[in-house]
């Protein structure tokens, strides 16, 4: 339990909302929304595609949770020998981006951390795991790869050298994973490796949000508070519960030879990785039947997005020094949306009796 697979093509969301007679209508814009960006530029940005180059989006773009607060993070992927071309062709997708208009407002570029709006080569995202090589920015990408990560290409041209180079990232996690080299029986067994570098990520990003307030002064102190309490937190969530879906799965037990095994492990991940973080959450509930507290917790991620689509409430969240954020009513108001998903994690995570809990005591803490 769970058993079996996630479906990437299925929209559980709406699924639930059919099934339980309640509506998140801000959600299902955001859903829709990011589509339709998601289709914009893959048509302005097609023609750079090629046999060694994709066009990865992340972020709320990749999520679907677009957003008019929304930038478009990405980075230009290469899986191939380097060249000058490159270059040329990620400054003029810059520039194409630029011109791109979205309900009539040109789209948001990336922030000035440099992880995205460049390029990102696979010999590093791939073999750099681990060690002084590896950087937050390395890092960042190659989990974001695996959790929060889309190729714009033309539909029936989908493999190309994103889903490659995520293969090999994952493959990379579990021929290396001595877990996987034990006995051939039907022990329950999950990808620890994975796993271990999906905690490393979240204590990456935590350590990082105070070191960013530090650098730049508390700036936007309030507005990445809230993001690191909510759909940051989903994130790594969904991280957690990808791994967790080897747990105790039968349709996953071990019963054939090593390399067969593994496949049908990589093409199980992969699901997850062509999945949303809230599909995964809302899936993985439902396995579970745990359906009150899936509710719960969509419930206040629809409170969350829609706070974030209102351009005033992001604009003084922006602007709120660190210093009067705990006066502030507008933050105290997300602050307690956070508070309330954090409430339901806590509850299904250790307080309900259930494969989860095992999980998250036996893995999730050592």
């Not at 080569?121 to 974001?144: K, M, P, Y």
Request: a negative charge; charged letters at 25%; glycine letters at 4%.
């Amino acid at each position: 339990m769970p058993d079996g697979s996630i479906d990437p093509k299925v929209d559980y969301i709406a699924q639930l909302s059919d099934e339980s007679g309640v509506k998140w209508p801000t959600i299902a814009i955001a859903n829709a929304d990011a589509v339709e960006v998601q289709r914009l530029l893959c048509d302005k940005l097609s023609q750079f595609s090629s046999d060694d180059v994709d066009f990865v989006v992340f972020g709320s773009l990749a999520r679907r949770e677009w957003t008019s607060g929304s930038d478009v993070d990405w980075t230009m992927l290469v899986d191939g020998q380097a060249n000058a071309d490159h270059r040329k062709t990620a400054r003029e997708i810059n520039r194409t981006l630029g011109e791109v208009k979205f309900h009539g407002t040109k789209l948001k570029p990336p922030g000035t951390e440099a992880t995205f709006g460049n390029m990102a080569f696979s010999h590093e995202i791939v073999h750099r795991i681990g060690g002084q090589a590896d950087t937050n920015s390395n890092t960042t990408q190659r989990i974001l790869f695996l959790m929060e990560a889309t190729a714009l290409r033309e539909p029936g041209d989908e493999f190309g050298p994103f889903e490659r180079i995520v293969r090999q990232i994952l493959n990379r996690y579990l021929v290396s994973d001595s877990n996987f080299h034990s006995q051939n029986d039907i022990e329950s067994r999950i990808p620890r490796f994975l796993l271990n570098d999906i905690v490393r990520y979240w204590r990456t990003l935590c350590v990082d949000f105070a070191y960013k307030d530090w650098e730049q002064g508390g700036k936007k102190w309030a507005l990445r508070n809230i993001k690191l309490r909510t759909s940051r937190k989903l994130l790594f969530v969904s991280g957690l519960l990808t791994v967790f879906s080897c747990f105790q799965n039968e349709s996953l037990q071990r019963h054939d030879d090593e390399n067969s095994y593994m496949l049908k492990l990589q093409e199980h991940l992969m699901n997850f990785v062509h999945s949303t973080p809230l599909n995964i959450f809302i899936w993985t509930m439902q396995q579970l039947e745990l359906d009150k507290q899936c509710q719960e917790f969509v419930n206040d991620y629809e409170k969350f997005l829609l706070l974030m689509d209102d351009k005033a409430i992001r604009n003084h969240l922006s602007e709120l020094s660190e210093e009067n954020v705990y006066d502030d009513e507008k933050f105290i108001d997300c602050q307690k949306i956070s508070h309330s998903l954090q409430k339901t994690l806590t509850e299904i995570c250790f307080r309900i009796k259930s494969p989860l809990s095992e999980f998250t005591f036996g893995y999730g803490l050592f």
